[in-house]
């Protein structure tokens, strides 16, 4: 999984990157995690003005604000023993 932090226009860059990717293959999927607070505001943004070359850009984005909804969203790609280990 990737998990992108709250952060500058670099981290815009670097999600952008990783997003527009896998969205068009060139990585093997997996979760593109965003968490904090600042990914809730942003993503209505994006999503209303982008254009995408799929009709899903990446069905694979999940928004987190909590930590607990970010290992629920790693949960089906970490084993279960990483996943306690960190609760």
Do not use: K
Request: aromatic share 6%.
């Amino acid at each position: 999984a990737w998990l992108v932090l709250p952060g500058g226009l670099g981290t815009l860059a670097e999600f952008a990157m990783s997003w527009d990717l896998a969205a068009i293959g060139v990585l093997e999927p997996r979760p593109l995690i965003l968490y904090g607070e600042m990914w809730q505001a942003m993503m209505p943004t994006l999503s209303e003005h982008l254009l995408f070359s799929q009709s899903t850009p990446l069905p694979l984005l999940q928004l987190c604000t909590t930590p607990n909804e970010v290992l629920s969203a790693l949960a089906g790609t970490l084993p279960s023993d990483a996943i306690e280990a960190c609760e």
